[in-house]
């Protein structure tokens, strides 16, 4: 029976792969816009100022985008050898610790992601060569941040409610 947390976690998770591949979609651009750039400033002696400003501005967009797919699909490295030696309740008191650090970790950034996208908005400032709005730039960053950070604070409710046999 799928309770209304199980509902509302697989709302987020479709969320997140929507912003993973909104992330996969801008590394397509970054890598179309600086095969741009080479063959520019190479074949045709003409280089394209814009390429380094905007593919660096979108790196910070592009690092977040994938974080919480990656919690979804349970991609990040481990090392497992002492908490597979332990008893299903250390076990599970591991996992928690786990996701809590990365939950504070992911609070932490959501919250510096936010505050630059508030204050690059009210400060008007602009990319130095393109003249793009900044906060263009760290909004996606800082959504993502922000969908991660409640996914994972719905993952941490989820492991803390499940019995310690099923961890």
Do not use: C
């Not at 479709?14 to 591949?21: R, Y």
């Not at 991609?75 to 990365?102: E, F, H, Q, S």
């Amino acid at each position: 029976m799928q309770t209304g947390l199980d509902r509302l976690i697989a709302r987020f998770e479709h969320a997140v792969v929507w912003l993973a591949a909104g992330g996969a979609i801008v590394v397509l651009v970054q890598m179309l816009w600086i095969s741009y750039g080479v063959f520019t400033r190479y074949a045709l002696n003409a280089p394209d100022r814009m390429v380094t400003e905007a593919t660096a501005l979108l790196l910070f967009p592009v690092a977040f985008a994938g974080l919480a797919y990656a919690m979804r699909e349970d991609a990040y490295p481990k090392v497992t050898m002492l908490t597979d030696r332990l008893p299903a309740a250390g076990r599970k008191v591991v996992a928690i610790l786990n996701l809590a650090i990365m939950l504070g970790v992911g609070l932490f950034f959501s919250l510096a992601g936010v505050n630059a996208t508030i204050r690059s908005f009210n400060s008007g400032a602009s990319s130095e060569i393109l003249l793009w709005p900044r906060y263009a730039f760290w909004a996606p960053g800082a959504l993502a941040l922000v969908v991660f950070s409640i996914y994972a604070t719905l993952r941490l409710i989820k492991l803390i409610r499940t019995p310690a046999e099923e961890v």
